[in-house]
């Protein structure tokens, strides 16, 4: 197996702005797997909130020894070794195991839906991002959405009352609030949280710090609208513990290293009646792709990440009116745009 | 898709005797499920534990409407068609989703282990059970199963230690011991597991009744020995529930409604901190094929159901030595042995 990786500077449509960070560009690393004649694509889209950059991602990228490995199919010994050879990288691991993901689908020309038995017609209505800004900014974003038929809008900051009056001036779409942890007081959160009850908002992502999850339970025991944990969500271990404290969970490929541990985290959520969201950070095609392939099996979807850019490289699933639209191309479904040199 | 069934009588080595019952035929339903050329096969092993016989089964298979269905790589919604047609009926689902497995795996050319990433060397190695009987009867056994390593002992009878007693006359094996929710009272539990501990037994499969998980946890306090749930561990959402009460579980195909399920009852129970073990009622060696398939994921095996008959009618996975050997042929890898005619 020969493994190569670049980086890649996504450019992003409008600067993006959440409750801890604001950027133009947002770099990537993509990786291909090749083998017995297939490649296979991944990505890795680091997070500066777990230590993690294009830096790391190459660095633990060059470390990794597959040389006891000869077929991707070995799949699940393949991923135990790259889950050892170091603690964190969840990006950089996610973008292993996409590529192998890929290049199975691509060997048996299966696309993933297909080669995990689903339905490409069961796919959820992604939600499209409105990230933290002036209102003016806002209300011009929120109508440049407008084939989107739900918003997630970034709160967590100092001027929520005002970025969603802003969207309601525009708009009555379904909203989705996501605070990024960002109301550090238990009270604020209950408070900033049946405001939101009136505003037409379906649930709140991540009120509160991960750290603070007795102060979440607290929260939850006084409000009505759904909490999805996402940075309380980030492995299959953390799935559990949720129980009692969110009423659903955000799956990242990006966090939990990949489409592998997702699908683990999808059918321990449902044992554990917790609902399921997927959803991404600013990615090309490839991820979101990957990640949209499992979507069929869950509640509420968040792929726009790679919608939010000028630049993707890749072709891959579409939104029709919000809807993912998975292709009958195998593996992830992706093909390349422009010339990428790898 | 054309679905074809037949009864079978498997006729058992001994008399087989547990807490609850005896006998000396153990009936299963077979299925095949055949489609573009290729078939699956499937197969339905009763439980009276659960209302079911092979009547309720061929009642089942014969009501199922699959005609909306026009692949078997529809999984999913067929699978949740099926379970939707009626309450219960675990082992007639089971045979549907075996089949549809089989018939995947044959059309990919695949054998199962392989199309889930694993590997095959990473089998454990399964118990033999010992049923219920007469010392001098058990002494013969245990002989006649010199080859197996580990035994699995069914007690919750009135001459527990009669049994152990015999046992431990003839061999100094690791012994698994089987309480089949025999010990009704949790003083006497106690008492039963303390005394095991000094018997070199690595753990107890569902000391008390499933309705006692009460009594269970009150148990699982006062031993040392850890407890694996069986009949408290039937379908998926049982599994979170375990925490705390039992230190891993037994996952049956016939109980947990096929292949499917047992995957998303793996990686919960691993999300639980449970450990896992995969055991089998009195069945062919396509069933036993289908659940040796998943574990290379998994703890401890008692897939001994084929090897306690005499006229199982395929060839599948095989015990060397206790270890489970799994084959290359594609899908759950059987083939028929003798001509059976479905």
Known sequence: MT????????????????????????????????????????????SRRYGESVETVQQ????LNLGQF??????ESILDSVQGSAEGNYSAKAAVDIALHDWIGG??????????GLDKNKTPISSFTIGIDTPEVIERKVREAEEYPILKVKLGGENDQEIIRAIRKVT??????????????????????KWLEQEGVEFVEQPMPATDLAG???????VNLPLVADENSLRLHDVPKLQGVFDGINIKLMKCTGLREAMQMVHTARACGL???????????????????????????????????TNDPFDGVTLVEGRLVLSDRPG??????DPVRL
């Open 70 to 75: 000869d077929d991707p199919f070995q799949l």
């Open 172 to 193: 009555k779409k379904t909203l989705r609030v996501d605070a990024n942890e960002g109301w550090k007081v238990r009270e604020t959160a209950v408070e900033k949280i």
């Open 107 to 116: 060997k048996m020309n299966l696309p993933l839906w297909k080669y995990w």
């Open 332 to 337: 992830i479904g992706v093909v390349k745009r």
């Open 3 to 46: 493994l190569r990786s670049t980086l890649y500077d996504l450019k992003l449509r409008h600067t993006f702005t959440i409750s801890r960070s604001s950027r133009d560009i947002s770099p990537v690393v993509l990786l291909e797997i090749e083998h017995d004649g297939i490649v296979g694509y991944g990505e890795a889209a680091p």
């Open 60 to 63: 633990f990228l060059a470390g």
């Open 216 to 222: 979440t339970a607290w929260v939850r025991e006084r």
């Open 275 to 309: 609902k399921i969201m997927v959803g991404c950070m600013i990615e090309t095609s490839v991820a979101i792709s990957a990640a949209a392939q499992l979507t069929p099996l869950i509640d509420y979807a968040d792929l726009d990440g790679a919608a939010l850019t």
